[in-house]
Each structure stands twice: as structure tokens, then as C-alpha cells.
């Protein structure tokens, strides 16, 4: 299992890192290898707005079908166009090519009570 | 099993050829105005002979239940007795009408007021629909009813279901179509409630609980009785999903224990075919709180004479005239041969096969919440690297069995559901562990042979990942 050491988590596997002014979130490589093969990704409209923990998305992979949250409030700029055409990007390249959103935060300091690449390796480790 | 390929029946047309030969035609002929014909309609061309044989050799490379052994958790395949079939087959059944009066129908009507009864003496409930077709369509009865309960008490913000990991499924989208919104209750260390992040969510826009009891994890929820009083001191309705009914029947009435309102399904608990056999009963009962708000008309009597009433405040008719009533037929035949005591035989033995199942192989396939479980238990196939549940499942085509449920429910990683039913004998179970046993050496000492599986089926295994990325849904020949 890989962790992106630039990124924060949820305990649900998401996570987020800041880009410039803006953040990009997406699922853990942990979440990739446990969902399986991703065969559909549905994304939210840009401008659309979610608080901490809401569900913003939902990937389906040929296990199931799970609800995707975003780790930090925030409006929704950017959606991964490229998902649609080629779901299976999220499961080669969880933290790069794989991205699913990008947003403003409109609670920066939500960033604090996210869990650190350390934290969520010892948490995922659990399972 | 049949096992040679069978071609479409597009594959076997020949042009012109057909089933009948009709007699020259006495009367003018009127054609069919040409701006109706579809020409483009390519439709296979065949005698009766090619036909009768192409769907008799299709229904060979079937798997059912009189054929083979379904332990497919939460699913509930089981038996189907043929005594069933007879009392579903008289006359007076077969030649019953819909569209009769109350008055000529009174037969029918009875039965279905006996029914009723006998499953409200099963979960201790004030009053039954049998309305609702299928377990999901029960669901959604029951969230209306709850919606309809607080929109008469005045208490429109009341959206929340709360809706624990360990629930069936279609829980969340029951609620999603009537209009609420769900949140997520996880599951302890023992797999129950977190009571903690319940009581949490316990506030002033509760509409409900969903709750699934036994759950999916085939555990029972010990604390159900203090998650209904928190839920109903925030004012809120105890949902009970009673697709797990079988381990319960003449043990514990769910209204005893403070559920408001509950669907069985009488095609899984009480024996009548499912799973494309079909057509399902989700029946859906309620206590005082919530009894008449239950979709309708629901049979009723007085005097000896019986008739359809429409509830006080009931949330309307869900399903065309009497419901699905030959399945009504079979659940009733099915009640009445048991009795009290075989009602209680039949959990005990739900509860007996499934333990026993467990007992002998969760030495090799670990269980994640290892506590006595009821009808069901969910074990895991992740024992040995390089091999998955699928392998196993696939494997076990191989062996003459169905695969239990794979990946369900999500809360176990590489989950492996497996429910005996109570129908089946110790031989049964005997050689699906022999099975299960025999898969779990062939992962160590040759791996491949599960990654191919199976082997032994007209076609080997199939690449899930392009038909559900790539699904062709149409005949391009």
C-alpha cells in the first residue's frame, strides 16, 4: 500500500492536498486496491457546494458501489474529465492521474483535523 | 449439466421458415398498413422443433434450486415445497378474479385475512399489508409511513434516517426515493451498533432508524432494544428490515422489542420462490404507532363477512388489486403446515445449520466478528496471498455449488457470506464443507486451478472488468 506523503486523510480512505490556492481530493491507494477493479466514477457538478464528510461522488467498481466524501467543506472548480472515459486511471495512479475533484475550502482549518500520511498508515493498518 | 455451447436463436434462423402452416385465407385480405410494418425488425425465423429445443437445452445449463444447493447469505434460496404448488393449483385459487365483488371473492379475502393475522401473531404487530411486492418495495412502504407519521404530527424537518454499515443495502436507496436523506451509523468492534455515534445523531431531525436484525454480518443486534428507545426518545420510528425473519420465527415478535414498523419477505422466510422465480410478497406490519398508516386496502372482517378497508391514514395503495395473491397462497399453505412449534423448529434450525457451517471451517476461512452467529455468518477468502474470494467463489462452481454472496456486506474485506437455509440436511452442509475444504488445499498446493475457474461450465471466467466497463447489450450479428 502506497501513502502520499503531501496529502491528509479521512479515516474513510479520501484525501486531500492543497495545489496553490486550491485543494484536490481523491480515494487512498488502500481504497483503490480494496474496492477493485473501478469500472464507473460519478463526480458532482462545478460549483456545486459540500460540507466536511459529504458525500460528493460515487465509485462503483465491480465489487460495489460506494459513496465517496469530500475530506474538507468547500465548492467544488474542477472535476477529473478524464475518469470518464477511463475509470480505471484511480486504480493505476490513486494520488496523480486519479484525482477526482478540485475545490476552494471555505473552512481552511478543517485541514488540521485531518489525519497525517503517519496517522492514516497506522489507522488503515487495522483493517 | 448441459455443457455444449448453445447458439442464439438468431444463430439457428433461416430465412422463411416458420412454426405453423395456416389454412388459405377465406376472407378478404386486409394488409397491414405498410406505415406500421417494421422491416427493420430482424427477427430469427425458426419451426417449432428448433424452438422447443433451444429453450429445453438453455433450461438445462440452469442452476435452481430444485436442482442444486443455494447457500447464498442473506438471500435466503430455500426450499420451495411442492405442497405449496398444489394448494396454489385448486381450482378455486386458479379461477379467482380480481375484478369480482368483495361479496363473491370471500374465499380469497378470508385467506387473506388468515395471513395477515398469522404474520401479525409472528412479529406481534397491530396491523399487516400485504401489499407491497418485493422486500425493497416493503422498505419504501415503510419509509412513506414513517414520512407520512411525522408530516401529521407536524414535523416536516424530520428527513434524517440513520442507517447502521451493517444494514441490507437497499436500506439507503429506500430512502433516497422517498424524498430523505440518509446517514451511515458505523458498526462496533463486535460488529453491533456504535451506540455512541448513534447517540449522536439522535437529534430533532431524526425521522428513523433502518435496522437490520439480524444484520447482514448474521449477528444479532443485542442492544436493539436500547437503540429503539434512544430513537424513540428523539421522537424517532424504528425501521426493522426483516429479510433475516428466518432466524427469528416464533423466537422473538420484532414489535416486543420496540420496532414500529417491519416488511418479511414471504418469498425468502415463508418458502415462496424467489430470485426469478418470483413474484415476491415484502408484507409489511406495524405497531400501534405507525398500524394505520400501512399502504392498502388490507383484508378485513366482521360478523363472518370479509372485505378490503382502506386504512385511516393509510399512505394508499401500492400495488394493483389484491397483490401478488397466488404467492399469498403458497406463504399461508406454508404457515399453516408448520404451526407454532414448526415456526420455532425452523429458526432454531437456521441458526443450528449456519453454526455448524461455521463451526467447521472458520478454522481455515477467518470470521471477522467471530460470536455465535444467527442464520448467516460472513467469513473471509483473503486467507493465503494471490488468492481472492472470487477464486473461491468461481472454484466452487466447480464443485456442483452455488457461490454464497461474495463482497457483502462491505464492511468485511473480501467477505464470503454464507447461509445454509434452514431446509437443508446434514449431508448437504457435509459435502459444501468438503467443498469449501478441498478449496482451501487447492490454494495452497495449486493456485492457478482457482484463478481459471471454473472448469467445468460451458463457459470458463468471464472478464467482469470489460463487460461492465464495455457492456454490449444488443445482438450485433
Known amino acids: 500500500m502506497s501513502i502520499d506523503k503531501n496529502s491528509r486523510y479521512r479515516a474513510s480512505h479520501e484525501w486531500a492536498r492543497k495545489d496553490g490556492a486550491r485543494f484536490v481530493a481523491g480515494i487512498s491507494d488502500h481504497a483503490q486496491e480494496a474496492l477493485g477493479d473501478i469500472v464507473f466514477i460519478e463526480l458532482p457538478a462545478i460549483g456545486k457546494t459540500f460540507k466536511q464528510g459529504e458525500a460528493f461522488g460515487v465509485i462503483e467498481s465491480v465489487k460495489a458501489a460506494s459513496d465517496v466524501y469530500l475530506p474538507m467543506s468547500g465548492t467544488i472548480v474542477a472535476v477529473n474529465d478524464a475518469l470518464a472515459g477511463d475509470p480505471a486511471i484511480v486504480n493505476k495512479e490513486p494520488y496523480t492521474g486519479g484525482w477526482l475533484v478540485a475545490f476552494e475550502a471555505t473552512e481552511p482549518s478543517e485541514w488540521d483535523s485531518l489525519l497525517t500520511p503517519e496517522a492514516y498508515e497506522a489507522e488503515s493498518g487495522k483493517e | ?477
Open chain 2, 1 to 477: 449439466m448441459n455443457l455444449r455451447p448453445e447458439p442464439l436463436a438468431y444463430e439457428l434462423s433461416s430465412p422463411g421458415r416458420v412454426g405453423v402452416s395456416l389454412p388459405g385465407c377465406d376472407v378478404p385480405e386486409t394488409p397491414v398498413p405498410s406505415s406500421l410494418l417494421r422491416v427493420e425488425l430482424d427477427l430469427p425465423e425458426l419451426d417449432e422443433l428448433t424452438v422447443v429445443r433451444h429453450f429445453t437445452r438453455l433450461s438445462q445449463k440452469n442452476y435452481s434450486i430444485d436442482t442444486q444447493y443455494y447457500p447464498l447469505g442473506s438471500c435466503t434460496m430455500k426450499y420451495n415445497p411442492k405442497a405449496n404448488e398444489a394448494a396454489a393449483a385448486l381450482p378455486g385459487w386458479r379461477g379467482a378474479h380480481p375484478l369480482v365483488s368483495d361479496a363473491h371473492n370471500q374465499g380469497a379475502i378470508e385467506l387473506i385475512y388468515r395471513l395477515q393475522e398469522s404474520l401479525k401473531a409472528i412479529g406481534g404487530f397491530k396491523t399487516v399489508s400485504l401489499q407491497p411486492a418485493a422486500g425493497a418495495h416493503g422498505e419504501l412502504a415503510g419509509v412513506f409511513m414513517i414520512r407520512a407519521y411525522h408530516l401529521a404530527y407536524g414535523n416536516p424537518g424530520r428527513v434524517k434516517m440513520l442507517i447502521p454499515d451493517s444494514a441490507h443495502g437497499t436500506n439507503p436507496a429506500s430512502c433516497t426515493m422517498a424524498g430523505l436523506t440518509t446517514v451511515t451509523i458505523p458498526s462496533d468492534a463486535e460488529g453491533g451498533v456504535d451506540m455512541e455515534r448513534l447517540a449522536a445523531e439522535c437529534d430533532d431531525t431524526v425521522a428513523g432508524i433502518m435496522i437490520t436484525n439480524p444484520s447482514t454480518l448474521g449477528l444479532f443486534e443485542r442492544n436493539i432494544e436500547k437503540i429503539a428507545k434512544m430513537v424513540h426518545d428523539a421522537s424517532g420510528l424504528v425501521y426493522g428490515d426483516g429479510a433475516n425473519m428466518n432466524a427469528l420465527t416464533g423466537v422473538l415478535r420484532p414489535a416486543d422489542v420496540g420496532i414500529d414498523v417491519m416488511h418479511f419477505n414471504l418469498h425468502k422466510t415463508f418458502s415462496t420462490p424467489h430470485g426469478g422465480g418470483g413474484p415476491g410478497v415484502g408484507m409489511v406490519g406495524a405497531a400501534a404507532s405507525l398500524a394505520e398508516y400501512v399502504p392498502g386496502p388490507i383484508a378485513a372482517e366482521k360478523n363472518g363477512k370479509y372485505s378490503m378497508e382502506m386504512p385511516s391514514k393509510s399512505i394508499g395503495r401500492i400495488k394493483a388489486f389484491y397483490g401478488n395473491f397466488a404467492v399469498l397462497v403458497r406463504a399461508y399453505t406454508y404457515i399453516r403446515m408448520l404451526g407454532a412449534d414448526g415456526l420455532v423448529r425452523l429458526a432454531e434450525n437456521a441458526v443450528l445449520n449456519a453454526n455448524y457451517i461455521k463451526a467447521r471451517l472458520e478454522k481455515v476461512y477467518p470470521v471477522k466478528y467471530p460470536r455465535r452467529c444467527m442464520h448467516e455468518f460472513v467469513a473471509m477468502g483473503n486467507f493465503i496471498d494471490g488468492i481472492h474470494t472470487l477464486d473461491i467463489a468461481k472454484r466452487l462452481i466447480d464443485y456442483g455449488f452455488h457461490p454464497p454472496t461474495i463482497y457483502f456486506p462491505l464492511i468485511v474485506p473480501e467477505a464470503l457470506m454464507i447461509e445454509p437455509t434452514e431446509t437443508e440436511s446434514k449431508e448437504t452442509l457435509d459435502a459444501f464443507i468438503e467443498a469449501m475444504l478441498k478449496i482451501a488445499e487447492e490454494a495452497k498446493s495449486n493456485p492457478e486451478l482457482l484463478h481459471d475457474a471454473p472448469h467445468g461450465t460451458p463457459v470458463g471466467r468471464l472478464d467482469e472488468v470489460a463487460a461492465a466497463r464495455n457492456p454490449v447489450l444488443c445482438y450485433r450479428g
